[in-house]
T-cell receptor, first 113, second 111 residues
Framework: DGGITQSPKYLFRKEGQNVTLSCEQNLNHDAMYWYRQDPGQGLRLIYYSQIVNDFQKGDIAEGYSVSREKKESFPLTVTSAQKNPTAFYLC????????????FGPGTRLTVT | GEDVEQSLFLSVREGDSSVINCTYTDSSSTYLYWYKQEPGAGLQLLTYIFSNMDMKQDQRLTVLLNKKDKHLSLRIADTQTGDSAIYFCAEWIATGNQFYFGTGTSLTVIP
């Protein structure tokens, strides 16, 4: 089955620790995205990548970092510099051509205490 | 930036039709989409419409696009309790490859 996987589903960390969220896709999509969703709110773009070894900041990139060493993988690191890291994080991918619709993973809920 | 607005909440009775509305400000959108998000899950692509179309029907779903008014709607016929979710509209503007999501509408279906 083709799709996007995110792991883990739930993640707990102590304040001051960096944490990396995994995102993998086997859809052969060129583009990948990370969004943050807070309760009762829409999606806010953190980073996106159009191609391997290239990525761009979204609207709320401060306190986050990403890498794109492989087409299939786009991990997100939430650093200790992120002031309010507790949120639901969604990864998506798109073909970057045609309709370019985004397909989403199941999300990771990060809780930092 | 682009503004994509939706009403926050909608309640309907089971078996009735639901209409979820979306307005946007940039008229250069190429495709517009509707996504569904169930609690604690990712977004699921429901349907899409190309910007030169007025209407698209897909089983119980009907999408209407009024480009003049920059208004997009999703009609769900015979709404079921399983349709309770948050619905997001989204638009893709090919020039500059910009993708914008709406604020989401929480649909509650009352049995």
């Amino acid at each position: 089955d083709g799709g996007i996987t995110q792991s883990p589903k739930y993640l707990f960390r102590k304040e001051g620790q960096n944490v990396t969220l995994s995102c993998e896709q086997n859809l052969n999509h060129d583009a990948m995205y990370w969004y943050r969703q807070d309760p009762g709110q829409g999606l806010r773009l953190i980073y996106y990548s159009q191609i391997v070894n290239d990525f761009q900041k979204g609207d709320i990139a401060e306190g986050y970092s990403v890498s794109r060493e492989k087409k299939e993988s786009f991990p997100l690191t939430v650093t200790s510099a992120q002031k309010n890291p507790t949120a639901f994080y969604l990864c998506a991918s798109s073909p970057w051509e045609g309709r370019n619709e985004q397909y989403f993973g199941p999300g990771t809920r990060l809780t930092v205490t | 930036g682009e503004d994509v607005e939706q009403s926050l909440f909608l309640s309907v009775r089971e078996g009735d039709s639901s209409v979820i509305n979306c307005t946007y400000t940039d008229s250069s959108s190429t495709y517009l989409y509707w996504y569904k998000q169930e609690p604690g899950a990712g977004l699921q692509l429901l349907t899409y419409i190309f910007s030169n179309m007025d209407m698209k029907q897909d089983q119980r779903l009907t999408v209407l696009l009024n480009k003049k008014d920059k208004h997009l709607s999703l009609r769900i016929a015979d709404t079921q309790t399983g349709d309770s979710a948050i619905y997001f509209c989204a638009e893709w503007i090919a020039t500059g490859n910009q993708f914008y999501f709406g604020t989401g509408t929480s649909l509650t279906v009352i049995p």
